[in-house]
């Protein structure tokens, strides 16, 4: 079964072909990076405009590196929860046409069952349940994966997102959007040890976590620092910020598994390309036994192979729509 895929619920325009949701035949991006490093973040208007420009062509690409035509299409998946309203609208709207124009099902897919899904690529022995820690920048979640199609959020932030907190982090020191790159490798030759950092927790919610606190711990830091007139040591900050940020989310999933005793962790979401979270949820597999699932850099971030991918499982469980479908700014997980 060969699903077009489509992805816009931030600034990643990505269409892909994914066939029976684990063989990928084609995925293309079309990243607007550069265009909100300026302002620091994403701006939704111009993410929204951009999507529009980009879809079509990006499309008709993803049909050719795929070696297929309109005709070999079997079904059209789209995101269309949670993500920035107008951006999601576009890929929904774009999806709509395309599904009627073809004649084929339009299937639904929540972003973060996307995100999840990736390791299904990578992975082909993967199979639910497993715990999987969902994380990016807009969403931390730790998921319970009971199937492909029936999820339970078991533990969420209050506030921000992991992914946001780096960000914001990063454009603290200085270092450039989005934050996770750069501080990784800053704090590659850094002292994780040399700056105190909190680490939340929340009263009768020990699945639950809080960012907010760390992200003003750091801009306290630095305009404390200021003015002193004494200098920071970025390396050594990245890396302090970096264990902080592993410590609040590794011993939450690791319990959140243990709690459900299936053996099997995945994680998912751009924060999972994250090195020093990678090699600290390694070595506590190592310990409790679990069999640790790591999607690839290239699948970490937003793509239209995840959501492709998804969509088979949806499409299985009969989970198709017709032009009634609308795009939503938040949706849980569990709802699909």
Same mark, same amino acid.
């Given at each position: 079964?060969?699903?077009?895929?489509?992805?816009?619920?931030?600034?990643?325009?990505?269409v892909?072909?994914?066939?029976?949701?684990?063989?990928?035949?084609?995925?293309?991006?079309?990243?607007?990076?550069?265009?909100?490093?300026?302002?620091?973040?994403?701006?939704?208007?111009?993410?929204?405009?951009?999507?529009?420009?980009?879809i079509?062509?990006?499309?008709?690409?993803?049909?050719?590196?795929?070696?297929?035509?309109?005709?070999?299409?079997?079904?059209?998946?789209?995101?269309?929860?949670? $993500? &920035?309203?107008? +951006? #999601?609208l576009?890929?929904?709207?774009? /999806?709509?046409s395309?599904?009627?124009? *073809?004649?084929? =099902?339009?299937?639904p897919?929540?972003h973060?069952?996307?995100?999840?899904?990736?390791?299904?690529?990578a992975?082909?022995?993967?199979?639910?349940?497993?715990?999987?820690?969902?994380?990016?920048?807009?969403?931390?979640?730790?998921?319970?994966?009971?199937?492909?199609?029936?999820?339970?959020?078991?533990?969420?932030?209050?506030?921000?997102?992991?992914?946001?907190?780096?960000?914001?982090?990063?454009?603290?020191?200085?270092?450039?959007?989005?934050?996770?790159?750069?501080?990784?490798?800053?704090?590659?030759?850094?002292?994780?040890?040399?700056?105190?950092?909190?680490?939340?927790?929340?009263?009768?919610?020990?699945?639950?976590?809080?960012?907010? $606190? &760390?992200?003003? +711990? #750091?801009?306290?830091?630095?305009?404390? /620092?200021?003015?002193?007139?004494?200098? *920071?040591?970025? =390396?050594?900050?990245?890396?302090?910020?970096?264990?902080?940020?592993?410590?609040?989310?590794?011993?939450?999933?690791?319990?959140?598994?243990?709690?459900?005793?299936?053996?099997?962790?995945?994680?998912?979401?751009?924060?999972?390309?994250?090195?020093?979270?990678?090699?600290?949820?390694?070595k506590?597999?190592?310990?409790?036994?679990?069999?640790?699932?790591?999607?690839?850099?290239?699948?970490?971030?937003d793509?239209?192979?995840?959501?492709?991918?998804?969509?088979?499982?949806?499409?299985?469980?009969?989970?198709?729509?017709?032009?009634?479908?609308?795009?939503?700014?938040?949706?849980?997980?569990?709802?699909?």
């Amino acid at each position: 079964m060969n699903i077009l895929a489509f992805e816009s619920t931030c600034d990643e325009t990505a269409v892909a072909v994914v066939a029976d949701g684990r063989k990928v035949l084609s995925d293309v991006i079309a990243s607007q990076v550069d265009m909100h490093t300026i302002y620091g973040g994403v701006v939704p208007e111009i993410a929204s405009r951009k999507h529009v420009e980009a879809i079509t062509g990006l499309a008709d690409r993803a049909l050719t590196d795929a070696g297929l035509t309109k005709r070999d299409i079997d079904a059209v998946a789209v995101s269309y929860a949670p $993500g &920035l309203i107008g +951006a #999601v609208l576009v890929g929904v709207n774009f /999806a709509k046409s395309v599904a009627m124009a *073809l004649r084929v =099902p339009l299937i639904p897919v929540h972003h973060i069952r996307g995100h999840i899904a990736a390791n299904y690529i990578a992975h082909l022995d993967l199979e639910p349940p497993f715990t999987c820690l969902c994380a990016s920048g807009g969403n931390t979640l730790i998921v319970d994966v009971r199937a492909y199609t029936d999820m339970e959020v078991m533990g969420a932030t209050r506030d921000d997102a992991a992914g946001e907190c780096f960000d914001k982090a990063a454009r603290v020191l200085g270092i450039g959007y989005p934050g996770g790159g750069p501080m990784d490798r800053l704090a590659k030759d850094g002292n994780d040890k040399r700056y105190t950092l909190p680490r939340s927790h929340v009263d009768g919610c020990p699945l639950d976590m809080s960012f907010s $606190g &760390l992200k003003t +711990a #750091v801009l306290n830091l630095l305009h404390n /620092a200021e003015q002193k007139g004494e200098p *920071l040591n970025g =390396p050594d900050l990245a890396a302090s910020f970096q264990a902080a940020i592993s410590d609040i989310l590794v011993p939450r999933v690791m319990e959140a598994a243990r709690m459900k005793g299936y053996g099997k962790i995945a994680i998912a979401g751009g924060v999972s390309a994250n090195s020093r979270i990678r090699c600290d949820l390694e070595k506590a597999c190592k310990i409790s036994g679990d069999k640790l699932f790591l999607p690839p850099l290239s699948l970490c971030g937003d793509n239209g192979a995840m959501i492709g991918s998804q969509g088979y499982y949806e499409f299985l469980a009969g989970n198709t729509v017709g032009s009634t479908l609308n795009a939503y700014a938040t949706r849980d997980v569990g709802r699909g």
